[in-house]
């Protein structure tokens, strides 16, 4: 390569990364804001992880390895979605699960509220809903209450909790007071196969079954499709669709596409799955009794399609 070829090879790729690295920072400062599980330093490794992806995909494009990037700001959303995605599962999976499951009784228990304060989480009692201020440490939570407080009925032990400290908290400081008595009784996440000893075998029969699901899902109606995944939640009611992305069954990028939706749009509510119906509704300018119906039929036809593999 002749000096002038490099230098301009060498500006075309400053050029795509100074357009990436702010979406890139973009996508993981919705985390930093929220206070929950991003330090500032671990989205600032996360910026560095995902620029050298890109770096090397765009090597492997240039290379006739892979094909072009169509959209490098689509693309590299994607890829942050997935390497903050690896951040949670290597980091602190546990913690992780249990903000799922707070953030799932807050909003899902008519008693509880979640909203925020200054772009953080806050969680109280729903009379509290939109109080500006909110405890941002740890409570030292009496022993009576701790001997109470069930990890299996997670909403019962929210009231007690906000009920006797008397005032909201900031979601990562719910997550301080509760994590040393909650992690203890919950059992480790387990992606790769639904039992708790997989031989090789059951591991790729799993995979494999995921695999098909995906398949089927994608071949779906479009309506139908969009009210089931953005719905679609595990055996526990939480947010699912982070399985199918950790064991490289889909990427962001091809959820995304399957809900017909930029990434940056699936960025800005992937926190906040699986959606209610209404706000489902609200997305697709339908009502929540079409939304339900066709999550139904979804259902209906993917039982149908997989009986024979489950």
Known sequence: MSYARAEKHEGEMDRLAGEARPVAERVVQRFVRSGELIGRQDAQDIVGTVMLRLVQRLHAAEAGAEPPIESVPDYVAALTFNAVNDHFRTRNPERARLRNRLRYALSH???LALWTIAEHLAG???????????????????ESLAARADADRPAEALVALFQ????????????DTLAPLWLRQLPQIRLAAPIDRPTPLDTVQWR??????????????????KALLLNLRDVESEHALDLFVAVGTASMEEIARALEMPPDQLAAVWNELPLDDLRIADMLALTRQQVINLRKSARERLTRRLRGLR
Do not use: H, K, N, V
Not at 164 to 169: I, L, V
Not at 208 to 225: F, H, V
């Open 208 to 225: 494999s079954l995921l695999a098909a699901l995906w398949s089927e899902i994608a071949q779906l109606r479009p309506l139908q499709r």
């Open 164 to 175: 006797a400290a008397g005032e909201p908290f900031l979601l990562r400081a719910l997550l």
């Open 109 to 111: 228990d008519r008693r």
């Open 124 to 142: 109280g009692l729903s009379a509290w809903r939109g109080a500006q201020t909110a405890r941002r440490e740890a409570w030292p939570m009496p």
